[in-house]
């Protein structure tokens, strides 16, 4: 029994599309009994592979293909949802979920304060990832951000976890020129975590706060994303142009 999970960036490169799929494809290929474990279905990558994943139960009919949706019994619970409700607030299309499975009920600090949900959803994502033997993954190492930091963070204490890496080598060329073109401290900071430096150790060699360095790295990486967008989207209307 394999599980796999999934987690990737927030733009989007149409190119991902087919490694994506492959990646799926290899792994079922080789595997009579695969479960795919989503914690929402709001982004868009999670929503591609869902689709490669109904495609690939065609292909593979003799075989146990499970799209599994991962639930909060705390939201489940708080907002009085039926299961129909749920699954449609998480995202998910009709009758595409074969089955859903609980995460832990968690009583910390953070689970005291609405407020602090990300924290709360952090937890879930680590009980998530420590369930699962694979992750499907797509991201650029030359764009920091903070999600990729806990992702890297949780990846690196399940070493048994097998990352398949997706990324598109065009977005990753783009990403480099546009850092290069970054103003002085804003590429310091990029060029620093992209080395492996912390937050704090940046904060320290520019003699600012660490909330300073944080503020700076994320104008920066909107910078590039926005930069980014445009290619994509022409990209996205050549591709409905050709059908």
């Known amino acids: 029994m394999r599980r796999v999970c999934f987690w990737g960036d927030y733009f989007w490169d149409e190119e991902i599309d087919s490694l994506l ?75 595409i979920v074969d089955c859903i499975r609980y995460a832990p009920l968690f009583n910390g600090k953070c689970e005291q304060d609405r407020k602090r949900f990300v924290q709360h959803n952090n937890k879930i994502l680590r009980w998530m990832y420590h369930q699962c033997t694979d992750v499907i993954a797509y991201y650029y190492t030359n764009l920091p951000c903070t999600r990729l930091h806990f992702n890297r963070t949780i990846l690196s204490a399940n070493p048994e976890l097998i990352i398949h890496h997706l990324f598109f080598d065009g977005t990753y060329s783009q990403i480099e020129a546009l850092t290069k073109e970054l103003q002085t401290q804003k590429k310091y900071v990029i060029d620093s975590l992209n080395s492996g430096k912390t937050y704090r150790q940046i904060a320290d060699e520019l003699g600012v706060s660490y909330v300073r360095v944080q503020q700076i790295a994320t104008k920066a990486e909107t910078e590039i994303r926005w930069a980014c967008q445009p290619t994509v989207r022409r990209k996205r209307r050549k591709l409905h142009a050709n059908h």
Do not use: M
């Not at 109904?54 to 939201?75: C, G, M, Q």
């Open 21 to 95: 799929t492959n990646a799926l494809n290899d792994i079922c290929a080789e595997e009579n009994q695969v479960e795919f474990w989503f914690f929402g279905c709001h982004q868009q990558y999670f929503a591609t592979a869902i689709q490669a994943i109904l495609a690939l139960k065609s292909i593979f009919p003799h075989k146990e293909l499970h799209i599994v949706a991962v639930a909060d019994p705390r939201k489940y619970a708080e907002d009085g949802l039926n299961q129909a409700d749920f699954l449609r607030s998480e995202g998910y299309a009709p009758i």
